[in-house]
């Protein structure tokens, strides 16, 4: 499909179908050292196992009724119960969902964590929604999925535009519908009701670690040059750690738009300003830059941690950045990272990088069903362990089969999820007894 953006015609990536054609991609790699798939096995991630699209009337606080659509779409569930957070976004429809969904499940396994994955979204701009209106919403929502989801079947968290709030309000709802406590339902949840300490920060905080055993690996000089796009929980955090660590963080944006000072930024002054101003946009001593420009800046590291389809066909050859960190989701399409990939650019993909958040969502989990609580540094050592154990085994297969870190990753996990469906007897293997 074309989209007018501008005077541009510009090729709208339709990020389920891009998905799928990465996956077809990944036949040639069949037979292959440390392959275990088969063309045909992947065929049982062609579609998603379950989706469910509901359409319900929630009456605003300014009288009007308003028909919200929301999406629920559970990947695949070989490997446990399905898990994976809700947006709520004005764009989002049935495909971006199945997308983030099999990516959830990708990610998942790439950790080694015992789900699947899932996805859901609500189409509606939270930004110009009242809080009422939003907590009507999502108990709405809940209201409408309940069946669907639970602790041992599919199990919901924040992604772009929800929060600890928003987990709070469709737990109630579920414990009120199911009549018992069902902490595990959930998680990203505030700590008050169960949720994990060190979870507000756990996306970036993963991303860090894959970035800091990357680095060494590519030899990136201390105090290399980073832009971050995006300033919601996972960009300003990552922002952050990275300007503790000694990088200079020379670039930011927003959705209003970008600032770039190259001598790098007090990334707590911009924080306090943003809270001040509603946007980053206009603060002092930077020059503004949109957010297509921040892709373009000479930099060393790009770190993209706002929404999909940002680096495409069309501007991937003229990344100047030497290293991708991918916080967001699907930031990068396929035809972009064979571009990057061709310019040496070294690509971390979204599914080992972003995968802190779902990984303390986890421990979060295993927190809940024990009834037992741990510290904050526990939980940041075992996060730690996880993320360099799945660098570490994702670098090594990109070594040993002369591949990206993207297909390394895409080809670990479907090891993981093909093995999961054969010892169900799912899918093709041969009977023993
Ligand atoms: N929304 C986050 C993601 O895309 C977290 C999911 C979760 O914690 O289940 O990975």
Redesign the pocket.
Known sequence: MKECIGVFFMEKVNPFEDTLQRLKALTRYSGKDGVRFSPDDLRVLESPKRTLIVNFPVRFRDGSIRIINGYRVQYNDARGPT???I?FHPKVDIEEVKA?AL??AL?TAVLDLPYGGA?GGITINPKETSADDLEDVSREFIRQIHMFVGPTKD??????YTNPQVMAWMLDEFEKIKGEKLPGLI??KPVELGGSLGRDVA?AQGAAYVFREAAEEYDLPAGATVAVQGFGNAGMNIAKILSSWGYRIVALSDSKGGIYNENGFNVSEVESFKEKNGSLADFPKAQKVTNEELLLLPVQVLVPAALENQITKENAAKVRAGMVLEVA?GPVTREADDILHRNDVVVLPDILS??G??T???FEWVQNNQGYYWSEQEVTEKLERKMVAAFREVHELVKRLDIDHRTAAYITAINRIIDAEKKRGNISQKRQV
């Open positions: 898990k994976g957070g947006r983030l990516w959830m990610k996805k199990v919901p968290a924040p992604d772009v998680t990203g996306t989701n972003n995968a958040g779902v303390v969502s986890y």
